[in-house]
């Protein structure tokens, strides 16, 4: 079974080729960033579904309550931020700040992606991955 955490990986070894190739630096980088993300991503919603999350059913909750239509990734990112324990909400709102890292390195090519932008996205994902580990 393939483990999500392998994609940390994959993205700290981007970031690090990005260094070498400089050719196609940035391209690395924003691959580095993606890869990251789903990493956290995929660990998250391990998480979540132990602790109850369905997602159909919590997106008809968001719009019984009349939330606009969310994305599956938006949708596992409200559920964190509703949990009662603090440590949840605090995952919620890190995985949403490298959902945003994520989407601009997919599909914003006029912002650029440097060395810095990517420490600080895959050091965000590894702060969510470890503090994953310490959730009940």
Excluded at 115 to 124: K, Q
Aim: hydrophobic share 35%; with cysteine.
């Amino acid at each position: 079974m393939f483990s999500w955490n392998d994609y940390s990986i994959v993205a700290t070894r981007l970031h690090k080729y990005s260094k070498i190739n400089s050719t196609m630096t940035e391209g690395f980088l924003r691959s580095a960033v993606s890869r990251a993300y789903y990493a956290a991503y995929h660990t998250v919603l391990d998480y979540a579904k132990s602790k109850g999350y369905v997602e159909r059913t919590y997106r008809s909750y968001l719009k019984g309550i009349g939330a606009r239509d969310l994305g599956s990734h938006g949708v596992l990112i409200r559920f964190l931020l509703n949990d009662s324990d603090t440590n949840v909400n605090q995952l919620g709102a890190a995985l949403d700040r490298c959902r945003y890292m994520r989407t601009e390195c997919d599909y914003d090519d006029s912002v650029l992606i440097n060395d810095r932008y990517t420490t600080v996205a895959c050091r965000s994902v590894d702060n969510i991955l470890s503090l994953v580990s310490t959730l009940p």
